[in-house]
């Protein structure tokens, strides 16, 4: 039998350097690997060696035969990719770096974000060799939107978190949390440390809708209800009415999701894992029975994964609609689904989506309904929102794709809360130049450009402030390695400028500013509080939101 990759799946490709007859795709050099949904394993190539199980940092990898029920489709997941990508064995492994040398002494990176992409970027620089790092963070814990984005039910998700600890335990990496780039030191503070800084401080920020009404009570960005049930600390005292029976999630990729499945979940479900006791409390009491999740554009042209389409299929208590006549073939989609070069991912969901169609429903359960070809175009109510007034809408096939045209019909449905789930945006950095337009950090292979169009030295960026919101965790891993090549060249070259203090100033600094900032001791021990508060509950932790919480447990009060 073959091993399987399944819904959790996070792209980091660890799995592919361990299979000994490289049978997993995509590969990073693959061209679809930085689109790709997850990836995949080849059961005619399979040995059954397991060395992917033993590698993958998300426990998303079994044994066909050991597939839980609620994911054995995965199976044919897997199979299938290979039909329309099969095996060619042509292309060699990515080489191992060259080590640094030890003659001009260690390289030393401050690196500010402590999320996916930083920590992709620490762990390329630490197979560097003579490398120290410094990674800060404005948060008082670690891991970005592996602690604050990642759903609750996702848990073995954040198992990534799990690995960048155990390889970030040596001496030459340190952590500076709750401490603010541009608050407690500045941007030229860091270059004169250092030999160079890569921001990876991602996209915190939400796209608008720009309508009528989206500023009325009970409209609201998904960005801050996901931050507000993963209980981060900026987030912890918003308030969300979740009195009205239907709430209507705008957007279709994995976030909104991820959203409707919190909203419908059974409260004792989500009582099993570590979403915020806050969160918890109120969606106890939350009258919420209907989540309708609207696109512009039609199922073929929708964010989401199959394998988080695939998980809506298995929720307790929840019933998923999808009207068949959303998702009727018009002309522009059949052009799709029959063009060579359409993905194995779309053709994945489309079939996915027409098995929803007939799945019988169950009196008393709570919905999600999947709707599409529906445009909002304002948010209605005297003093909240209690409508979204919408366009239908149909495919327009140009040469840059499929877009929503109008059909002159409209209609409107009842919603006691509205989600914006369309997008992330980056944020301005302090002291560096900002494509406003994009909403990232102006790059060129990681290497941040100026205003006179040339790189300013010794500065990086990775992640969605490089690239923007786009792709998953594992995407971010061949992301940092481009910044890292470029950072890497630079200091070979003698690019980069010496720091003027020695290896221990930045950290001495920071203490002078920040006293109460937040080493790896004391996030170990925050880490250690939250886990034993969450074991008394049978949970995995139990998540501090208040900044003297954090404080007391670093100090082990």
């Known amino acids: 039998m073959a091993y399987v990759i399944t819904q959790r799946c996070c792209n980091d490709a660890s799995c592919i350097a361990e299979c000994p ?3 997993i795709r995509p590969r990073p050099e693959d061209p679809e690997f930085r689109s790709a949904e997850m990836l995949y394993i080849d059961p005619q190539t399979c040995i059954d060696c397991g060395a992917c199980f033993e590698a993958c ?6 044994a066909e035969e050991d597939l839980p029920p609620d994911l054995t489709a995965f199976a044919e997941l897997n199979a299938s990719y290979f039909g329309l990508h099969p095996l060619a064995g042509d292309a ?5 770096p060259a080590r640094l040398s030890r003659e001009h002494g260690p390289l030393r990176v401050a690196i500010v974000g402590t999320g996916p992409a930083a920590c992709y970027t620490a762990e390329h620089l630490l197979s560097y060799g003579e490398v120290e790092i410094d990674m800060i963070d404005r948060l008082p814990t670690p891991w970005g939107l592996l602690r604050y984005g990642v759903a609750p039910d996702h848990a073995q998700t954040r198992g990534v978190a799990d690995a960048f600890a155990a390889a970030f335990k040596r001496d030459s990496v340190r952590f500076h949390l709750d401490v603010e780039v541009g608050n407690h030191l500045s941007h030229a503070e860091l270059l004169d440390n250092c030999h160079a800084v890569v921001y990876a401080v991602g996209a915190a920020g939400d796209r608008p809708l720009e309508l009528p009404g989206e500023d009325l009570p009970g409209s609201h960005s998904a960005t801050e209800f996901v931050a507000w049930y993963n209980g981060h600390p900026d987030y912890a005292d918003r308030v969300f009415d979740l009195s009205a029976e239907r709430a209507v999630v705008i957007g279709n990729g994995n976030v909104a999701l991820d959203v409707a499945r919190v909203l419908t979940l059974p409260p004792d479900r989500l009582a099993r894992t570590d979403i915020a006791d806050h969160a918890l409390a109120a969606l106890r009491d939350s009258a919420v029975r209907e989540v309708v999740v609207v696109g512009r554009r039609g199922p073929l042209q929708a964010g989401f994964t199959s394998a988080e389409l695939l998980a809506l299929q298995h ?7 999808v009207d068949p006549e959303l998702v009727r073939l018009h002309p522009a989609d059949r052009e799709i689904l029959d063009a060579a070069e359409t993905s194995h991912a779309v053709r994945t969901k489309w079939r996915l989506l027409n098995e929803m169609v007939d799945r019988p429903t169950r009196p008393g359960n709570r919905r999600i309904v999947l709707r599409w ?7 209605t109510g005297h003093d909240r929102v209690d409508t979204v007034e919408y366009a239908h809408t149909e495919p327009v096939r140009s040469a840059a794709g499929v877009s929503a045209g109008p059909t002159g019909r409209t209609g409107s449905m009842a919603a006691g809360l509205v989600l914006r789930a369309v997008g992330y945006r980056g944020a301005p950095v302090p002291d560096l130049p900002f494509d406003d337009a994009r909403g990232v950090l102006p790059t060129v292979a990681g290497r941040v450009i100026g205003d006179s169009g040339e790189p300013l030295t010794g500065v990086y960026a990775a992640g969605w402030i490089k690239r923007g919101p786009r792709g998953v965790i594992g995407t971010n891993r061949i992301d940092a390695a481009e910044t890292v090549e470029a950072l890497v060249e630079d200091y070979r070259a003698g690019v980069l400028n010496e720091p003027a203090g020695d290896a221990t100033a930045l950290s001495r600094l920071i203490r002078t500013r920040r006293p109460d900032a937040i080493d790896r001791a004391g996030w170990q021990a925050i880490d250690t509080a939250e886990r034993a508060a969450g074991a008394a509950d049978g949970r995995p932790r139990r998540k501090f939101t208040e900044l003297g919480d954090f404080l007391r447990a670093a100090r082990g009060e």
């Not at 940092?57 to 079994?62: H, L, M, R, T």
């Open 315 to 321: 929720l307790p208590g929840v019933d998923v609609i």
């Open 21 to 23: 007859v490289d049978c």
């Open 373 to 379: 070809w529906t445009a909002p175009t304002a948010l």
């Open 57 to 62: 940092p998300v426990d998303a990898i079994y």
């Open 92 to 96: 060699l492994p990515l080489p191992r």
